[in-house]
RNA sequence: GCGGCGUUGGUGAAGUGGUUAACACGCUGGUUUGUGGCACCAGUAUGCAUGAGUUCGAUCCUCAUACGCCGCC
């Protein structure tokens, strides 16, 4: 089956949504958070730790993918499941974001048939179309594929961004009418930038298209705070409500809070394996960098309150020797870290929703999360 | 004892008679939002062994002293 999503509750003051995404590995709650395991792992993590963190779905990249092993070798080897033993389920991104970073003549390189650009393994040269997309993921065997979308750049005029949204629905529909694993839903794409009208005209018709769930994507490109949660409101309101609702690339845990306020379902984000292997912990207080010195004698955990395996068995001192040292357990450890706490925020998110008080819990969490900024 | 060479920041070091002493590492901060690149950005010697001299001006020239390395008796 394709996945199934049930709206529960949509919570008293907001728009924030209660909902169940069926799968098949299992039923899931949302909001949810999903971790993202570029090419067929979630950087240094054992699927193991990944359940030990809640995680539910995961993501993987079509680009990555193609390149190594190649999708004929994952699909001889019984499907990106089987081959990287997740028996939960899976989103593939499309390539698209890859690929535009690797195309580097932007006109000429992005043309109506698709984008050339090249390898970033051996600067072979390469042309991924929306089809080729569709058909990678379609071998992949991921429960979720993306369509193949253009993710243009902040800022651009308003004329690109009227040309691209009109390319990206074209694209769409391309990759649609290739789609052929019933096992796998689409997901269809909103573009627009920061442009009302653009945003309002891509959901629609992307929506006409009937796609199993619907992404918001273009955001978190650059823009300010503000801009960004505009073209959120600007898109969400055009989408059904009996659809899942995807916020692409988004994890700063401000964000993920003001999205699904604004009734974003799922997000995804590198944010929190990035920073962990560059020293960095989410806290509740603000995210703390254990490379500074004030953690070297420290003998508490990274949060006294945290549930994870790190903050149940690491003190702060332990993980900045580590990650000073270029050790990998600590990024590692961080990964851990990082990973739980933007999953248990959106359980708090969950049980906010239940009771219609998520307009005081963005409140408390903000307050206490900027505290330190603040001083 | 005599002669030669050397002495620059936490470390390895470059360098010049004249406004801010290169670079690297380390250290101290910061950044990171559909992860090509596993990194990027910023700060970090009011001082060039010590003292005296030459000079308008010395880390750079001269002398002495101290310390280190090498050679000779």
Same mark, same amino acid.
């Given at each position: 089956? =394709?996945?199934?999503?049930?709206?529960?509750?949509?919570?008293?003051?907001?728009?924030?949504?209660?909902?169940?995404?069926? %799968?098949?590995?299992?039923?899931?709650?949302?909001?949810?958070?999903?971790?993202?395991?570029?090419?067929?792992?979630?950087?240094?993590?054992?699927?193991?730790?990944?359940?030990?963190?809640?995680? &539910?779905?995961?993501?993987?990249?079509?680009?990555?993918?193609?390149?190594?092993?190649?999708?004929?070798?994952?699909?001889?080897?019984? &499907?990106?499941? =089987? #081959?990287?033993?997740?028996?939960?389920?899976?989103?593939?991104?499309?390539?698209?974001?890859?690929?535009?970073?690797?195309?580097?003549?932007?006109?000429?390189? $992005?043309?109506?048939?698709?984008?050339? #650009?090249?390898?970033?393994?051996?600067?072979?040269?390469?042309?991924?179309?929306?089809?080729?997309?569709?058909?990678?993921? +379609?071998?992949?065997?991921?429960?979720?594929?993306?369509?193949?979308?253009?993710?243009?750049?902040?800022?651009?005029?308003?004329?690109?961004? =009227?040309?691209?949204?009109?390319?990206?629905?074209?694209?769409?529909?391309?990759?649609?009418?290739?789609?052929?694993?019933?096992?796998?839903?689409?997901?269809?794409?909103?573009?627009?930038?920061?442009?009302?009208?653009?945003?309002?005209?891509?959901?629609?018709?992307?929506?006409?298209?009937?796609?199993?769930?619907?992404?918001?994507?273009?955001?978190?490109?650059?823009?300010?705070?503000?801009?960004?949660?505009?073209?959120?409101?600007? &898109?969400?309101?055009?989408?059904?409500?009996?659809?899942?609702?995807?916020?692409?690339?988004?994890?700063?845990?401000?964000?993920?809070?003001?999205?699904?306020?604004? &009734?974003?379902? $799922?997000?995804? @984000?590198?944010?929190?394996?990035?920073?962990?292997?560059?020293?960095?912990?989410? %806290?509740?207080?603000? =995210?703390? +960098?254990?490379?500074?010195?004030?953690?070297?004698?420290?003998?508490?955990?990274?949060?006294?309150?945290?549930? @994870?395996? %790190?903050?149940?068995?690491?003190?702060?001192?332990?993980?900045?020797?580590?990650?000073?040292?270029?050790?990998?357990?600590?990024?590692?450890?961080?990964?851990?870290?990082?990973?739980? #706490?933007?999953?248990?925020?959106?359980?708090?998110?969950?049980?906010?929703?239940?009771?219609?008080?998520?307009?005081?819990?963005?409140?408390?969490?903000?307050?206490?999360?900027? %505290?330190?900024?603040?001083?």
């Amino acid at each position: 089956m =394709k996945i199934e999503y049930s709206l529960l509750k949509t919570e008293k003051n907001t728009k924030a949504r209660l909902g169940k995404i069926k %799968t098949n590995y299992g039923t899931y709650d949302t909001p949810m958070f999903m971790p993202v395991g570029t090419r067929a792992t979630v950087k240094s993590l054992s699927k193991e730790e990944l359940k030990a963190a809640h995680a &539910g779905i995961i993501l993987s990249n079509t680009y990555h993918l193609w390149l190594r092993p190649g999708p004929d070798v994952i699909k001889n080897c019984g &499907g990106l499941h =089987k #081959f990287m033993s997740w028996d939960g389920p899976i989103l593939t991104d499309s390539g698209g974001f890859q690929v535009f970073s690797l195309a580097k003549n932007k006109e000429k390189d $992005i043309t109506e048939e698709g984008v050339h #650009f090249k390898s970033h393994i051996d600067g072979k040269e390469l042309f991924l179309t929306p089809e080729k997309s569709i058909e990678i993921q +379609n071998k992949l065997d991921s429960d979720i594929a993306m369509s193949f979308d253009e993710c243009p750049p902040y800022p651009v005029t308003y004329d690109y961004m =009227k040309k691209s949204v009109e390319r990206t629905l074209r694209w769409a529909k391309r990759g649609k009418a290739v789609h052929n694993n019933p096992n796998q839903a689409l997901f269809g794409i909103v573009q627009g930038g920061e442009f009302q009208d653009l945003r309002e005209y891509s959901c629609k018709e992307t929506v006409k298209m009937n796609f199993d769930g619907y992404s918001i994507g273009g955001t978190s490109v650059g823009e300010d705070k503000p801009t960004m949660y505009k073209m959120i409101d600007d &898109g969400i309101r055009y989408l059904p409500e009996d659809k899942v609702r995807y916020l692409m690339g988004v994890g700063d845990p401000i964000d993920i809070i003001e999205g699904v306020i604004r &009734g974003v379902d $799922i997000f995804d @984000c590198v944010l929190p394996t990035r920073i962990a292997r560059h020293g960095q912990a989410f %806290t509740r207080t603000g =995210k703390i +960098n254990l490379n500074n010195a004030q953690y070297k004698e420290d003998l508490e955990p990274i949060e006294k309150e945290c549930d @994870c395996y %790190t903050c149940k068995n690491y003190s702060r001192a332990y993980i900045r020797h580590l990650i000073t040292t270029g050790e990998t357990l600590g990024g590692r450890l961080l990964s851990i870290h990082n990973i739980r #706490f933007l999953i248990k925020l959106t359980e708090e998110l969950r049980e906010a929703i239940k009771n219609d008080t998520i307009l005081e819990y963005r409140q408390k969490f903000i307050e206490k999360y900027q %505290t330190k900024k603040e001083k």
